[in-house]
């Protein structure tokens, strides 16, 4: 029997999600949408059917506004909610994302208790918290997708930078899912080499900078909403490593209890996804500077999770 994947959003993000999900064949696929966008949803759905004899794979894709047919989910992903336009920070969509982000978490609850909840949706770590407090599930059961993000920004814009391939360079992003995030270039690395050694002191500051403001730099680009590319592949990348079991070590906001000094919040930490959901966190010792940078980021979304009052 396949897997069963529910993407709760079937926007921008979404569609991309469901595309990629078919593609990899990672099970069957049901887009839920708001009962106003539930036939552009089921058009997507079956354009993405129409497009399986070329792509060779084997999916059923539907979409509904009902949460019955979620039912059994192994995987979820939420990215229902609104994104930025220019101008606004991702803070600003707390209020009208949180009112969405808790209908959702019901949802899911009530139809899908048993699965992997991956979370797109911004301000990212105050929607995560929300959504684990909403429906009290186990922590390893809910994480967001940031810092599997963050670090292919980080990535990306370094391999551009030195001009050498993406594949070779390793690395990774902590913290919240803004601009207070903390790229560290101390354990960066580019085919063994450390970034440090190959890269200025002025080239990496530029580099970190730019991935700080990476969402921002999309969203004037566009003008109207935001990212969704590269936010859709980070959340398959995690939802493959629970799906099969891959166990790999991916940047994203898991609940920190006592970890980097952090308790009860979610924040960006390199953490295992295994067929168990996040099964572990990784605790990297940092330095002092490190270690200032991330308690930043850390009061910058403790502050956003108080303002949910969950
Ligand atoms: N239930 C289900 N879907 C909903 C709900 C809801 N209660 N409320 C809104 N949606 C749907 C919208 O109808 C829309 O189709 O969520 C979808 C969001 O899609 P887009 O507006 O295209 O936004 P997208 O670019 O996909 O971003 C989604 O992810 O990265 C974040 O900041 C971004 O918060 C935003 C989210």
Redesign the pocket.
């Given at each position: 029997m396949r897997k069963k994947i529910a993407l709760?959003?079937?926007?921008?993000?979404?569609q991309i999600l469901a595309m990629l999900a078919a593609q990899k064949e990672m099970g069957d696929i049901v887009i839920?949408?708001?009962p106003e966008?539930e036939n552009p949803a089921k058009g997507k759905a079956l354009d993405l059917m129409e497009m399986a004899p070329h792509g060779n794979y084997d999916a059923n894709i539907t979409a509904t506004s009902d949460y019955k047919d979620i039912a059994g989910a192994d995987v979820v992903i939420i990215?229902?909610?609104?994104?930025?336009q220019a101008g606004m920070t991702?803070e600003d969509?707390l209020a009208i994302?949180l009112q969405?982000i808790t209908?959702?978490a019901n949802g899911v609850k009530q139809y899908a208790p048993k699965a992997f909840c991956i979370i797109?949706?911004?301000p990212l770590d105050a929607m995560v918290y929300a959504f684990y407090k909403i429906t009290g599930f186990p922590k390893g059961q809910v994480a967001g997708m940031a810092g599997t993000l963050d670090t292919a920004r980080w990535r990306a814009f370094i391999a551009m930078e030195l001009n050498v391939s993406v594949c070779d360079v390793a690395g990774t992003v902590l913290g919240g899912h803004g601009p207070d995030m903390v790229p560290l270039p101390r354990l960066t690395t580019v085919g063994g080499v450390p970034l440090t050694e190959i890269a200025t002191k002025e080239q990496i500051d530029k580099l970190a900078l730019r991935t700080r403001e990476a969402g921002t730099e999309i969203v004037k680009l566009f003008g109207k909403?935001?990212a969704?590319f590269s936010?859709a592949w980070s959340a398959i990348v995690m939802a493959e490593s629970y799906l099969k079991d891959k166990r790999r070590i991916l940047p994203c906001a898991a609940l920190c209890e006592g970890e980097y000094g952090v308790q009860g919040l979610f924040i960006g930490v390199p953490a295992m996804i295994s067929g168990r959901g996040v099964e572990k966190i990784y605790e990297i010792k940092l330095t002092e500077d490190e270690n200032a940078l991330l308690q930043k980021t850390v009061a910058g979304v403790t502050k956003t999770c108080e303002e949910t009052k969950l």
């Open positions: 709760i959003g079937g926007g921008q993000i979404g839920l949408d708001i966008l990215t229902a909610g609104r994104p930025r991702r969509l994302n969405i209908t959702v797109v949706t911004n909403g935001s969704f936010p």
